[in-house]
Nanobody, 123 residues
């Protein structure tokens, strides 16, 4: 299962961006998807959770982004979105998504990490 993120870029403080993540491959049903971010001084192992959402459920958010980054999921596609508002310089990071799912053989699986999409907040 592959995950591909898009939508990042350079934005001024206070601006907005919408990130997308699409899962593809042997996917029968998505269980949940989540967004993580890796700051400029962090390693991949230090990625922090931004927010997550179960298919058909309500999203949950990490404290640093609560109220600023509504997450939505496309019901008819294996996609998750992260709409980021009131961006701050400390939001600068590579944003990646994860997914847990069931494949067509009925096995529970985790999607492979994608390359992520860079978000830079700077004036």
């Amino acid at each position: 299962v592959q995950l591909v993120e898009s939508g990042g870029g350079l934005v001024q403080p206070g601006g907005s961006l919408r990130l997308s993540c699409t899962a593809s491959g042997d996917i029968h049903r998505i269980n949940d998807m989540a967004w993580y971010r890796q700051g400029p001084n962090s390693t991949r192992e230090q990625r922090e959770l931004v927010g997550a959402m179960k298919k058909g459920g309500d999203p949950s958010y990490a404290a640093p982004v609560q109220g600023r980054v509504p997450i939505s999921m496309a019901n008819d596609k294996n996609k998750i979105y992260l709409q980021m508002h009131m961006l701050k310089p400390e939001d600068t990071a590579v944003y990646s998504c994860s997914a847990s799912l069931w494949d067509f053989s009925g096995r529970y699986a985790l999607g492979a990490w994608g390359q992520g999409t860079q978000v830079t907040v700077s004036s």
